[in-house]
Nanobody
């Protein structure tokens, strides 16, 4: 029953904004976390942001101050608001879940990913 579905990716001009959505089901955010990850072309998957009731909102240093993670509890959606986008932000963005702790290496339920492209 666990499911996560990413959406909201697209092409945006450098300096612009984009909001990604992670629609989740089959678990509760009261006891689980959701993390956003990205994989640049030819690169490894890296953690971008995480949200949990224990740890709050956490961000990788490279996106801190530009990206904001939030949740709409009524819709079971976790958002990643991305502002001041740079060409280096272009990647496939994924969401996944695990227990209430952010950043351990036990994420699962990976979504299909959504492509973010940034033009300069």
């Amino acid at each position: 029953q666990l499911r996560l579905v990413e959406s909201g990716g697209g092409l945006v001009q450098a300096g612009g904004s984009l909001r990604l959505s992670c629609a989740y089901s089959g678990f509760s955010m009261e006891t689980y976390s959701i993390g956003w990850f990205r994989q640049r072309p030819g690169g490894e998957r890296e953690g971008i942001s995480c949200l949990s009731s224990r740890d709050g909102a956490l961000y990788a240093d490279h996106v801190k101050g530009r990206f904001t993670i939030s949740r709409d509890s009524s819709k079971n959606i976790v958002y990643l608001q991305m502002n001041s986008l740079k060409p280096g932000d272009a990647a496939v963005y994924h969401c996944a879940t695990q227990d209430i702790r952010c950043w351990p290496d036990t994420y699962y339920g990976w979504g299909q990913g959504t492509q973010v492209s940034v033009s300069s």
